[in-house]
């Protein structure tokens, strides 16, 4: 079950980026011990660019 905060998360990544629920989900999959890796995992798969992955730090850290 996911948090209210990470499903904040999700819809930001869905709907400002068009990350679809599927990549995310995939990308879940593989990090699945630790979620704090989402970001980096979805940069590292080609799904953000670093300026995307920047935005991305900036609205976890609010």
Known sequence: MLSTRQSEFISFLEKHFGISIAAIDLALRDIEDCPSLLPMTLWQYGLVNISQLDE?????ES
């Open 56 to 60: 991305i730090f900036d609205w976890l």
